[in-house]
């Protein structure tokens, strides 16, 4: 599966390379909306995983473009984990929400059910 970190902390790219690059999954991080928005009209992509808060466009505005271009599944990344933001973030069109800091299975569960076709919405920390 060929995913897509967009987070403006260089650190989460790395972790999900970590974690994912073993298992057969190739990683690309960027650290902006804009940036992830312009990497998915050159490349193509099954997972995107994108964090919340960012500079620039956020987060539910990034995930909400990607799903009008009917772009990948997308997973939301965000430390804030309260049920309002959750909600938030699917409504937006987020496949599913991941709380940070996320443990190694949370992250694998959500990645083999999107990869199986799965509905992830309640998968994950928080």
Same mark, same amino acid.
């Given at each position: 599966?060929?995913?897509?970190?967009?987070?403006?902390?260089?650190?989460?790219?790395?972790?999900?390379?970590?974690?994912?690059?073993?298992?057969?999954?190739?990683?690309?991080?960027?650290?902006?909306?804009?940036?992830?928005?312009? +990497?998915?009209?050159?490349?193509?992509?099954?997972?995107?995983? +994108?964090?919340?808060?960012? =500079?620039?466009?956020?987060?539910?505005?990034?995930?909400?473009?990607?799903?009008?271009?009917?772009?990948?599944?997308?997973?939301?990344?965000? !430390?804030?984990?309260?049920?309002?933001?959750?909600?938030?973030?699917?409504?937006?069109?987020?496949? !599913?929400?991941?709380?940070? =800091?996320?443990?190694?299975?949370?992250?694998?569960?959500?990645?083999?059910?999107?990869?199986?076709?799965?509905?992830?919405?309640?998968?994950?920390?928080?």
């Amino acid at each position: 599966m060929r995913v897509l970190v967009v987070d403006d902390e260089p650190f989460m790219g790395y972790l999900m390379g970590i974690l994912l690059l073993p298992l057969g999954h190739q990683v690309d991080a960027v650290f902006s909306g804009e940036e992830a928005l312009e +990497c998915l009209e050159r490349e193509v992509y099954d997972l995107v995983f +994108c964090d919340l808060v960012m =500079p620039g466009i956020g987060g539910l505005e990034t995930i909400r473009r990607i799903r009008l271009r009917g772009g990948p599944p997308v997973i939301a990344l965000s !430390a804030t984990v309260s049920p309002d933001w959750q909600q938030e973030a699917l409504r937006a069109g987020a496949a !599913a929400f991941l709380g940070k =800091p996320f443990t190694r299975g949370d992250l694998l569960k959500i990645v083999a059910q999107i990869g199986e076709g799965g509905d992830a919405r309640n998968s994950g920390s928080g």
